[in-house]
């Protein structure tokens, strides 16, 4: 069985392979323009030399240099990405000097939680998975805006790019705690938070449940059950614990709850939708109810705004495959 991130890079999922994809758009259309493109092991080592000028950019540094992983440019639709299966942190050499020390940041502090504890591991429960998925993004990119926010003074161009990507509402929210209350933890924390809130979150949502459906799909299909997927209920408050703190180890959030809101563990119906129908054969062939699967944790958005909860949504589209399957022995019988 691929790993997500294999799964992500065989390129089964249209959207995002991983990392600070997508606030881009604008900032992508306007690098793709640019003729020349810089892929030198110079660039490489200015930019380690942006990091490496604020306390968070040094101890990333630090950790590249422990956990042995290879930089590389690679030219891609996105930022970044982070392989833990290669050991290998991708930029993309079409963005700004600024857009990349952050990016790698970012993809770094996904090697380094990789290192802690593994997320987006399909023997997780889907709302383990789910749950994890958002806080390792969410702590990736609260990460950037700690480091642009050191940077502040020696480089304000790094702020200033970060309040122009799609990513600001993080910046913003942390500017605003840390004038408040002079506290970097806390500063961090509220922009971590502001994460769930962006519309980014749904592109993860879809990728996560485009990988879990290829699990659910693949144990489905095989003839020995492997009934340690998708069984290990990984609490939140062991990922808070694993994630949220700097690189000296100082907590910035300890209270799991926040992740568990429904505002916050949530999938849009449509992905609900999809997630449930791939569910439901591999749970009649394992014997896992929904609870089991911690769907009945899993908040669900309508599209106006409707809050229900991903075990209901299993229900619901049961009843309709029962219904669709009903009518079918029906206008079978009436043909004969
Ligand atoms: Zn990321």
Redesign the pocket.
């Known amino acids: 069985m691929l790993s997500y991130q294999e799964f992500m890079a065989a390129g089964n999922v249209t959207n995002f392979p991983?990392?600070?994809e997508n606030a881009g758009n604008r900032t992508l259309a306007r690098a793709f323009k640019r003729q020349r493109v810089d892929q030198s092991a110079q660039r490489m080592e200015a930019l380690k030399k942006m990091l490496s000028e604020s306390k968070t950019g040094r101890q990333t540094l630090e950790f590249l240099e422990e956990k042995g992983s290879k930089m590389i440019f690679e030219k891609m639709k996105y930022y970044g990405y982070f392989s833990p299966d290669k050991n290998i942190v991708a930029l993309n050499p079409r963005m700004s000097n600024e857009d990349l020390a952050v990016t790698m940041v970012?993809e770094i502090r996904?090697a380094w939680q990789d290192s802690q504890m593994q997320a987006t591991d399909p023997k997780m429960t889907p709302k383990a998975f789910l749950a994890s998925g958002f806080a390792i993004?969410a702590d990736?990119c609260a990460a950037e805006v700690t480091y642009a926010h050191e940077m502040r003074e020696k480089n304000p161009k790094i702020w200033d790019a970060h309040q122009k990507s799609g990513y600001a509402p993080m910046s913003t929210a942390f500017e605003k705690t840390f004038k408040e209350t002079g506290s970097v933890e806390q500063a961090r924390a509220d922009a971590l938070m502001t994460w769930y809130k962006l519309p980014v979150k749904a592109s993860y949502e879809k990728s996560y449940v485009q990988y879990m459906g290829y699990i659910a799909r693949a144990l489905k299909k095989q003839k020995e059950m492997e009934p340690e997927y998708f069984s290990k209920n990984t609490s939140t408050k062991k990922m808070v614990n694993a994630f949220f703190k700097d690189y000296d180890g100082k907590p910035f959030m300890t209270d799991p709850k926040p992740l568990e809101a429904p505002e916050n563990l949530s999938l849009k119906e449509e992905h609900a939708k999809k997630l449930a129908k791939a569910l439901i054969p591999y749970m009649a062939k394992y014997g896992r109810s929904a609870e089991k699967l911690g769907m009945d944790k899993v908040a669900v958005v309508r599209p106006n705004g409707e809050k229900t909860t991903g075990a209901l949504i299993i229900q619901q589209v049961k009843d309709e495959q029962k219904l669709t399957a009903a009518l079918k022995k029906m206008q079978n019988g009436a043909i004969r």
Request: charged letters at 15%.
């Open positions: 991983s990392g600070h970012h996904h993004e990736a």
